[in-house]
């Protein structure tokens, strides 16, 4: 059976893990509605890719709330390995008891400088796909208004909100976004969206991704032979960017959720050696992978691997951690880094060797 993570984890990340995903989701949304859409208009129609994109007003403090969701994580991880200890005194018997750190200047300055990476991720991600909006707009000849909605949306008239623009989603969603609008405006499209078994079942829309009732929409105009109607694109250009917006803040959210718990339980011992009350030749650290059908092959291999605090696991060429999820120790290779920490459920499992305890008199 696959090992599955400690309850104490799994409690925590259904707490933390949400609070990421609407994090990321205000954000968004405030940065949607505070772009003044005639002076992006403006900047488009002239040209000026580059002034249209600081017209966005993708600001670091628009993430406030990100930042102090993920540094919850890493508040939340620290006592959590602490807590889960059972060190006694060898003379009376007495147990340890032993407190984290937040202010500790290795927490803070994790929790500054990946806070600091998250943000700066997403903004730079938004920048680019925003750049390649524009860019391929101005190639099709489409009007700068269509393409200013195109990235910010169009103000829904029930919320008073911008809906329905890519603002927030990553390179692969907004492609799915993008490919499936396209297609709902002809019959050869929407034909080139769904799927037929050839066992005669019913027909399918092919992209997993997409929300059910887009998918309805374009099952009822593929029955039909006609394009999807431009009420229902309307509709379903909503709906398909929320649920492409919400996928992608789920991903953040498992990623970081994870990595800050990780990250938190790792300073914890840290700690716990300072403290004096074990040494760190004492400390083992031991790499549980989940083993079911998603795992990565080279945590598989890492599976049950051991290490003493302060050394490396090898993941990959380039790539060091001291417990799965580190961030920290592989400056020279980001994409393998990236690789094998996005939604990596692997987890440390830390020991203390009291077999090793040796107490001068």
């Not at 919850?72 to 009376?92: E, F, H, V």
């Not at 492609?175 to 080139?192: C, H, I, L, N, S």
């Not at 991903?251 to 718990?261: H, P, S």
């Not at 050394?311 to 001291?322: D, K, Q, T």
Request: proline share 4%.
């Amino acid at each position: 059976m696959a090992p599955k993570l400690p309850s104490d984890i799994q409690d925590a990340l259904d707490r933390l893990e949400p609070a990421l995903r609407d994090a990321f989701l205000e954000a968004i949304d405030q940065i949607t509605n505070a772009v003044r859409l005639q002076q992006l208009e403006t900047l488009i129609r002239a040209g000026d890719i580059e002034g249209a994109i600081d017209a966005l007003r993708l600001e670091q403090g628009f993430f406030g709330p990100l930042y102090e969701a993920q540094r919850d994580t890493y508040m939340t991880g620290g006592p959590l390995a602490l807590s889960g200890l059972r060190i006694r005194d060898p003379y009376d018997g007495s147990k340890f008891v032993f407190s984290f750190n937040g202010r500790h200047d290795r927490a803070e300055r994790w929790i500054r400088e990946q806070s600091s990476r998250l943000i700066t991720e997403v903004i730079e991600e938004q920048k680019e796909q925003a750049r390649i909006v524009i860019r391929e707009a101005a190639e099709a000849g489409e009007h700068p208004r269509d393409t200013a909605r195109a990235i910010v949306g169009k103000v829904d008239p029930a919320t008073g909100k911008r809906a329905g623009g890519i603002l927030g989603l990553d390179r692969a969603r907004r492609g799915v976004f993008q490919k499936v609008m396209d297609a709902m405006k002809t019959p050869e499209g929407v034909r080139d969206l769904v799927t037929v078994p050839r066992d005669g079942s019913a027909p399918y829309v092919t992209l997993t991704s997409v929300n059910e009732a887009t998918k309805q929409r374009i099952l009822r105009a593929y029955a039909k032979g006609e394009a999807v109607p431009a009420a229902d694109q309307a509709i379903s250009r909503k709906q398909l960017r929320n649920k492409l917006l919400k996928d992608r803040g789920d991903t953040i959210a498992r990623t970081e959720a994870l990595n800050g718990l990780r990250a938190g339980r790792h300073e914890g011992m840290e700690q716990l050696v300072e403290s004096g009350a074990v040494r760190r030749d004492q400390v083992r650290i031991r790499w549980q992978a989940t083993l079911d059908s998603r795992v990565r092959d080279t945590h598989r291999h890492l599976h049950d691997q051991t290490v003493r605090l302060g050394e490396f696991f090898n993941p990959a060429a380039g790539v060091f951690m001291r417990y799965p999820g580190d961030l920290e120790h592989s400056p020279g290779n980001p994409k393998g880094l990236a690789a094998n920490t996005i939604q990596c459920r692997c987890l440390a499992v830390y020991r203390i060797r009291n077999d090793l305890m040796r107490y001068e008199d």
